[in-house]
């Protein structure tokens, strides 16, 4: 009986997983070029006389030691319909993440109700879109990165699939909740609900799919799990930098400088 039991309640368990689905349900497969004017609309080289774009650009995954998010061209974005919140601006990059509203808050997950909703129940999301000018590694530097160049013609696939991680307001524009959590973003409210194993991660695989990636996000639910998937083939992004062993390496060198009469987490400092 106690078996039957075990049984059931696997199967049962199994199903409603298969039930809720680790995928975003996100059709993206006949997304069209829609261009979205902001500040000004995309030059078109038919009529402006400029050379055509370029037919691939650069796209970046970065990576923490839990969570990951990607960073595209803001022009692209728009170039293939994005819409993004009123007001952004005309940063050159966005760096894009997702993940369980709570988790992104200044509170954060701070009691164990919290906790409970996220481990065991279907909780809100969000998405957090942050601008910047600079290089990647220059704003991310903490961050592990990788990069690779993508067709151009896989933006409106992207497009759609971002347009559709947010809730709209009566103007189509996604709703900002609160600030990011970074940097001079917003946070935009999850139009698909957070649960186990439906985590950050599961966006950002989807995301690289888009563009063109082969993911199996039952082994990219973690960073680490999604950075091994993206450097083999087809996927085949270049890792481009990594923070982790230069802090190791000081890590070490700290250690080392200490003298046996110190006490732990004392560093001696040579004149």
């Known amino acids: 009986m106690q078996t039957l039991r075990t049984s059931l309640g696997g199967l049962i368990a199994g199903t409603l997983l298969v039930s809720c689905g680790i995928r975003l349900p996100i059709n993206t497969r006949h997304a069209e070029r829609v261009v979205v004017s902001i500040n000004s609309k995309p030059a078109d080289p038919k009529t402006s006389g400029k050379t055509a774009p370029d037919p691939d650009l650069l796209v970046w995954m970065i990576a923490d030691k839990y969570h990951t998010g990607l960073v595209f061209s803001y022009a692209w974005l728009l170039e293939s319909g994005y819409v993004p919140p009123k007001g952004f601006g005309s940063p050159q990059h966005v760096t894009m993440s997702w993940g369980n509203r709570n988790a992104y808050s200044e509170e954060g997950i701070d009691n164990t109700w919290k906790m409970m909703r996220v481990l065991f129940s279907p909780t809100p999301s969000v998405m957090e879109i942050i601008p910047s000018n600079w290089s990647v590694v220059e704003v991310c530097p903490h961050q592990r990165i990788w990069r690779k160049l993508v067709r151009r013609d896989t933006g409106p696939a992207l497009a759609a699939f971002l347009n559709d991680c947010s809730r709209v307001d009566a103007a189509g524009r996604p709703i900002v909740i609160r600030k990011s959590s970074w940097g001079n973003g917003v946070q935009l409210d999850g139009r698909h609900s957070y649960f186990i194993p439906r985590v950050c991660n599961v966006w950002t ?32 992004f270049e890792k481009i930098w990594d923070a982790y062993p230069k802090e190791k390496r000081e890590e070490t060198n700290q250690k080392n400088a200490r003298s046996p009469s110190q006490r732990p987490g004392v560093v001696k400092v040579k004149d």
Do not use: H, M, R
Not at 208 to 219: A, H, L, T, Y
């Open 205 to 236: 695989a989807q995301a690289i799919e888009c563009v063109g990636g082969k993911i199996n996000p039952w082994f990219g639910l973690t960073a680490d799990g999604l950075a091994k998937q993206i450097v083999k083939p087809p996927n085949d």
